[in-house]
């Protein structure tokens, strides 16, 4: 199954010669391993492109492929088929790894709508998710939403104050007292962004299923809508991953 | 990728760091983020109500080594400058002078950005002064 239709190009199963759709791993037919698919990582699941994806049937879709793939089964078959098996097996790894996961699966739907983030054209999906996750990358950080602007840049002057009081380390009873209301002042500043990050995640499912459900405006004004609360979602995962270092939690 | 001398120094010996008091009506405040990085700046200027001239300009940044000097730069610049004069400086003058690279260029804009937000601040507190000593004085 593709996600158009008509690049469903039939093709003839190298073994057997039963023509067969594109996107299959095995021959309907024969049940012989083919060259690697194209279509996209939810065609290798048989799956339709979907953010409230049936996580339940994934899981048992990638098993029964992992089976299939399994390089004992290959073990006497020709060298042109270990070569797919070990493909097939690196793209299926992928695909799972992708779409089990919520913000992943969204990301990918974004991306090959072409509503990605843009910033890492020309590198594979998996390398791109990784160098986002490898966040300390200035250039890779993300926006900062205008309305947390405010809240942001307390933030930062709590951390900086910290550090100072930190490296001075002249901690006597006065300023022991400074510094537990500092911690203070910075678990709260935690649980107020892990708030805010709660309501991304309320709003991200809505807008997931505006995009299973809508015709084709509504959709994409939710990958708009995705692309943005994604931002505004890592921004405030990187705060709070800043606050809780430096209270070394 | 390398920092220029000039922002190396800007970036070691910082001018203009501080704050000011943010409530007083000489004084316009601009926090501005960048999109690209999540960067914050904030720079707050002091202008005499006479002359418009800034007086003293002071800035705190949170940011890479190019925003820190273009903050700095910026205040420098802006410092003695009338609020009129104070406007025409363009990101790309800030990029010029520190040699800053392409993917730098956002660091300079956030400069330029923070110098219109501070000056926005300040006439709108002053605007809306007017404003309301002229209400009183229609009355
Ligand atoms: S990298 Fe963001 S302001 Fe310089
Ligand atoms: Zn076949």
Redesign the interface.
Not at chain 1, 141 to 144: K, L, T, V, Y
């Given at each position: 199954m593709l996600k158009d239709a008509d690049s469903a190009v039939p093709v003839a199963c190298w073994s057997c010669s039963v023509q067969h759709d594109e996107v299959t791993m095995f021959c309907p037919h024969c049940g012989k391993i083919q060259p690697p698919p194209g279509g996209d990582y939810f065609s290798v699941f048989g799956m339709e492109p979907r953010l409230n994806l049936d996580l339940a049937a994934l899981e048992g879709e990638f098993h029964r492929l992992s089976r299939r793939l399994h390089p004992d089964r290959f073990a006497r078959a020709t060298e042109c088929e270990r070569e797919w098996s070990l493909a097939d097996t690196a793209l299926l790894n992928d695909a799972y790894r992708t779409l089990k996961d919520g913000l992943r699966r969204t990301e990918y739907v974004l991306t090959l709508h072409g509503a990605g983030n843009g910033t890492h054209i020309g590198s594979g999906f998996e390398t791109q998710i990784a160098e986002e996750q490898n966040g300390k990358e200035?250039?890779n950080?993300?926006?900062?939403p205008?309305d947390l602007?405010?809240e942001?840049?307390d933030l930062?002057?709590q951390l900086?104050e910290m550090r100072l009081r930190r490296q001075s380390g002249n901690v006597d009873r006065q300023s022991g007292k400074v510094n537990r209301e500092l911690i203070e002042d910075l678990r709260a500043a935690k649980r107020k962004f892990e708030t805010l990050r709660e309501e991304v995640d309320r709003d991200l499912r809505g807008a997931w299923n505006d995009w299973d459900g809508g015709a084709a405006d509504t959709r994409r004004r939710a990958q708009t809508n995705l692309r943005t609360l994604l931002d505004r979602r890592r921004?405030l995962s990187?705060l709070v991953r800043d606050v809780s270092e430096a209270l070394g939690e | 990728m390398a920092y220029s001398d000039k922002v190396v120094d800007h970036y070691n010996n910082p001018r203009n760091v501080g704050t000011l008091d943010k409530s007083s009506t000489e004084v316009g405040t601009g926090l501005v983020g960048a999109p690209e990085c999540g960067d914050v700046m904030r720079l707050q200027i002091r202008v005499n109500p006479e002359t418009q001239v800034i007086e003293e300009a002071k800035f705190k940044t949170f940011g890479c080594g190019s925003a820190i000097a273009s903050s700095s730069l910026a205040t420098e610049w802006i410092k003695g400058r009338t609020v009129e004069d104070a406007l025409a400086i363009k990101n790309t003058d800030i990029v010029k002078e520190l040699s800053l690279p392409p993917v730098k260029i956002h660091c300079s804009v956030l400069a330029e950005d923070a110098i219109r937000a501070a000056i926005g601040d300040w006439k709108k507190k002053n605007g809306a002064a007017e404003a309301a000593a002229a209400a009183a004085s229609a009355q």
């Open positions: 200035r250039q950080a993300s926006r900062a205008a602007l405010e942001v840049f930062n002057m900086e921004y990187n | -």
